[in-house]
Structures are given as structure tokens and as C-alpha cells.
């Protein structure tokens, strides 16, 4: 397998996709296109990707150009990795989760887009401010209904967890301080453990070593 993503310190999308694929120990390749060089992003990335975005999962001859479809590909070619729970209701409740990241918290993307290596203060809008504080809520809900199976949002670390990661990384960036948006401290133990995984630690190393 080959995963195409883009420059670990700004692209969201590629880093949920590359968390999962990590995680389940499945050997493969990575190409790195550089974002934002407007000369010849486009083209570098239109060499591998049918929508002209990253990330691009290339598995013999499938290419797979969404990270939320790469992610369920990756679930269903590896099902002993675990990257969705065995339980039905479980996997759908983190779908849903995940879904939700993939479509929503628009003023929040707009507003704050990763940056790994940002530490700021921010003033935020209202708008962004509502999507935060739908963060915490959700956050503290799947916590409080699955923590007692482990520190992530279903208890294992699944998929929905490579989703809400990149948010974890702008509330750092940002200077955000989920108190003020409702939380109890059940959602910052959650953030803070998601930037401590093994897995995002290499990504951010890797991130750092870019910039």
C-alpha cells in the first residue's frame, strides 16, 4: 500500500487518514506532497489524486481519495486490527462521531486550521466558539458512556479517534481552554490523551523535522 498525504504540519485530512493505517501495524509506503506552493501543489497532488486532494490511499490498483472512505477501506481489508469496535451499536455511535468531524465544525476549520507548530492565544468568533463547545459535549458524552474500557472515545482507540485528533492539535495550537466552553475536565484528559499516542507523537516529530 502507498498513502499519498500532504505536509504533516497543515494537512488535517491526511493525518486522520495515516493515524488508522499506523495503527494497525500494516506495512506501506509514504509520499509527501508539499501544501501551499501554489506553483506546482496542484499538479503533484492531480499526479495521484482523482479529486485533486490528499490524502490518496493507492492499495495494487485501487485508489481510494477520501479519508473517511480510506479509513473504512482500511477497517475492511484489516478487520483484525481493530480499528472500529466489534460491537454494532458502539461502531455506529463512532461513526457517527466521526462523521460529524468529516462534515462539520466549519467556523472551527475556517478559524483555527492546524498548524503543528503554532502556539498562539486566539480570539475567537461566536461561530467557532459553538463548534467547540458541540466538541466538549460530544467529547464528554462518548466519554462518559465508554471510559470505563479505556481513554479514548469508545474505550479502545478507534477510528473516530484519528478523526477528532487534528481538533486536539488546534485547541494546543490556539491556546483554547475547554473550560471555557463547558467542560468538566473529561474532554481535556480526552484531548490530551489523543496528543500522546505513539502514533500522532511520530507524526508530530516527523511534522517538526519538516518545518
Known amino acids: 500500500m502507498e498513502l499519498v498525504i500532504g505536509t504533516r504540519k497543515w494537512s488535517t485530512w491526511s493525518l486522520r487518514a495515516w493515524l488508522p493505517l499506523k495503527r494497525s501495524g500494516q506495512p506501506f509506503t509514504e509520499t509527501v506532497v508539499q501544501l501551499r506552493e501554489a506553483a506546482t501543489s496542484e499538479a503533484a497532488i ?9 490524502p490518496v490511499l493507492k492499495d495494487g490498483d485501487l485508489v481510494v481519495w477520501d479519508s473517511l472512505a480510506i479509513c473504512e477501506y482500511l477497517n475492511d481489508k484489516l478487520p483484525d486490527a481493530g480499528l472500529w469496535p466489534a460491537d454494532p451499536q458502539r461502531r455506529a455511535v463512532g461513526r457517527s462521531a ?28 461566536e461561530a467557532t466558539a459553538r463548534d467547540i463547545r458541540r466538541i466538549v459535549a460530544l467529547w464528554s458524552d462518548l466519554r462518559g458512556r465508554f ?9 479502545q482507540w478507534s477510528i473516530a479517534d484519528a478523526f477528532y485528533t487534528p481538533v486536539a492539535t488546534r ?4 491556546g483554547v481552554k475547554l473550560s471555557d466552553y463547558g467542560d468538566t475536565g ?26
Not at 485547541?171 to 490556539?174: G, I, P, Q
Not at 474532554?187 to 523535522?209: D, V
Open 46 to 54: 492531480a499526479a495521484h489524486s482523482p479529486s485533486k486532494l490528499v
Open 98 to 125: 466521526a462523521a460529524e468531524m468529516h462534515s462539520g465544525f466549519a467556523s472551527l476549520r475556517g478559524e483555527c486550521p492546524m498548524d503543528i507548530a503554532l502556539r498562539i492565544d486566539a480570539d475567537l468568533t
Open 147 to 155: 471510559g470505563a474500557d479505556g481513554p479514548y472515545l469508545l474505550g
Open 171 to 174: 485547541f494546543r495550537s490556539y
Open 186 to 211: 473529561v474532554a481535556g484528559e480526552y484531548g490530551a490523551a489523543l496528543l500522546e499516542t505513539p502514533e500522532f507523537k511520530a507524526w508530530e516529530a516527523a511534522a517538526l523535522a519538516e518545518a
